[in-house]
């Protein structure tokens, strides 16, 4: 797979984030779109050693689209300039939580896992009652080496620990959190380096697995909203 193509499509369309350039350069977008998917087919095969969970996915399944929606936004480019993936056991739907990709050029590419969205309540309801119940789980899985060398849980986060939760409890700084996540940077160079990078990859996310299935206990019962 040619990740520098991807890098290099990506580049041209945040220079030319217009619908007449994205519509001229369709054969580049389907070249970097097909570099992109096997990547994912790459990631799935390797993570399937140890989480079966995500075997039957198909890359197409997994990415978002670039189109975005600005009837609401202050910019009005119509085009993301990344491409972005979540190889989860539901396919992209945010729970169960997965593994994220977001390959965007400067250096702002980068590795996630963990519950991004912070607007379903009932999520972030469970997963703090779920800490809340096993705070000695939670410290196992996020203070073990291979977890703590490369992460920082992220998340947004309350000022104070919500009513309803004692604001002694040993993990009182994460149940102010409503969304709890993951980041792993990665620069161009190791983008375009190949094998190094599908092996780093691998490796990164593996490493989140323990804090993908704390999360996904806590979500076992999660039911996402239906569409109006």
Partial sequence: MDITCILDYLTHLEQNNSREWYHAHKEEYKTASAGFEALIRELIFRLGETDSSILHLEPKDLTFRLTRDTRF??????????????????????????????????????????????????????????????????????????????????????????????????????????SWYLEY??????????EKFTELAARVFTQMQPFNRFLNTALADFKMPERP
């Avoid at 203070?143 to 919500?162: H, Q, R, Y």
Wanted: net charge neutral; aromatic share 12%; with cysteine.
């Fill in 73 to 178: 936004s202050h910019d009005k480019s119509p085009y993301n300039t990344a491409f972005r993936a979540h190889i989860g056991p539901m396919g992209k739907l945010p729970v169960p939580v997965g593994y994220y990709l977001m390959i965007k050029p400067g250096g702002r590419s980068f590795l996630g896992g963990g519950l991004f969205a912070d607007m379903f309540k009932d999520a972030t309801a469970m997963v703090r009652d779920y800490i809340a119940e096993h705070p000695d789980q939670w410290e196992a899985v996020i203070t073990a080496p291979a977890f703590a060398e490369s992460f920082t849980v992220l998340g947004t986060s309350l000022k104070n620990v919500p009513a309803g939760y004692d604001k002694t409890h040993p993990q009182a700084q994460y149940l102010k959190y409503k």
């Fill in 185 to 194: 940077p990665i620069s161009d160079a190791l983008l375009c380096s190949g």
